[in-house]
């Protein structure tokens, strides 16, 4: 079997592609980003966040072996710091934001309500897509969250084309595209990096690389497993980041978005993260060992990493406990509302299926 590439240690830094063999030197080039220098405030809030997401999806879990949720249902278990990091960086109603099928963290993180994430996951009226999307395809044109895509790597194609709609409107906000390292060999994806360096457009591509894919190593699947390289040939800068520090992935978001407003065009940015769990809850994951898994989690952990610098803050267990306290009756309480609430009904079956009523 092969290994996975482990991400770097806490704290590591992050690091930019050099230029490319035969590239302008003299072009301009993002600095190597530095650690977000967060408040006790900021660092509490992206605990709480990261521990939501974690308890949410641990629920979400269990509501799949009772048979509340049907269909596919992929947990973000473990990458937790990406989400939170870069969408804490963002604009909500400015910014948007489009990812792949992994996307209850996504939402959570920008703040859309659990109760209606929840309702979504068990098929139900009250869920922020009226039951119809599910676990996979969530939206929320409210907070320019456009999904939630089954089809691997096309939501980087959509994501241009809004990146595109930001650059057309001349409102100021940033795309960012987030892919896993599977659909990073997507021909698609290459596609919209072409354009979007052509158009100069104000996204950053974000690859949430959790080692695996479906179920195949990176380094058994890509020829090139440094995929911040991936950009090069399109002259796209790439950074490479410890997606499991919340504090790393924050700092290069914020050295991402200085270079996409500065009018530069896209930039890359490589999440080195992991998923503790399969792809999806079908998934039994027999392709990676039980050590591997508990070694990540015991060197790794993202929460437990942001419980180490509120420690070096001076915030004590009993405050923690109490976060934790609140988070566990709020995801009880999204699950709670999420059994109670009604099904569609039948005839919704033929609504929004075309844009006009026939």
């Known amino acids: 079997m092969a290994k996975p590439t482990t991400p770097r240690p806490s704290r590591a830094k992050a690091k ?3 230029p490319a063999a035969g590239a302008d030197h003299n072009r301009p080039r993002p600095d190597t980003p530095k650690d977000y220098d967060a408040s006790k405030e900021e660092l509490l809030e992206f605990y709480r966040q990261m521990v939501l997401i974690r308890r949410f999806e641990e629920k979400a ?31 909500p109603g400015k910014d948007s934001v489009i990812t792949g099928y992994r996307d209850h963290g996504h939402m959570l993180a920008y703040g859309i309500d659990p109760n209606v994430i929840m309702a979504e996951l068990t098929g139900r009226e009250a869920g922020i897509s009226r039951g119809k999307g599910g676990s996979m395809h969530m939206f929320s044109v409210e907070h320019k969250f ?44 290459y596609e919209s990096f072409n354009m979007a360096e052509l158009w100069k457009l104000p996204i950053i591509f974000v690859i949430e690389n959790n080692q695996y894919a479906m179920g195949t190593s990176v380094n058994r699947s890509s020829a090139e497993d440094q995929l911040y390289r991936r950009g090069e040939s399109f002259r796209i800068p790439g950074i490479q980041v410890n997606g499991m520090d919340v504090l790393a992935v924050r700092g290069a978001t914020e050295e991402a978005l200085k270079w996409v407003q500065a009018g530069n065009g896209p930039i890359l940015l490589e999440m080195k993260t992991y998923r503790y769990r399969g792809h999806s809850m079908s998934d039994p994951a027999k392709y990676r060992s039980r050590e591997e898994v508990q070694s990540m989690r015991e060197k790794s952990d993202p929460i437990e990493g942001v ?8 915030v004590g267990e009993d405050e923690l406990k109490k976060i934790d306290q609140d988070i566990r009756k709020v995801v009880s309480d999204a699950a709670d509302f999420a059994e109670t609430s009604p099904e569609p009904e039948l005839h919704d079956l033929y609504t929004d299926v075309l844009v006009e009523q026939y």
């Open 16 to 18: 930019a592609a050099a």
């Open 61 to 91: 879990g269990q509501l799949y072996g009772l048979g509340l949720i049907g269909g596919f249902c992929h947990l973000y278990i473990g990458q937790e710091a990406v989400a939170v990091g870069i969408q804490s960086a963002l604009q």
């Open 146 to 189: 456009y999904g939630g895509h089954g089809i691997v790597g096309a939501q980087v194609s959509l994501g241009a084309g809004l990146g595109f709609a930001h650059k057309y409107n001349n409102d100021g906000g940033v795309c960012v595209a987030y892919f896993g390292d599977g659909a990073a060999n997507q021909g698609q994806v």
């Open 307 to 314: 419980k180490k610098y509120l420690a070096e803050m001076g």
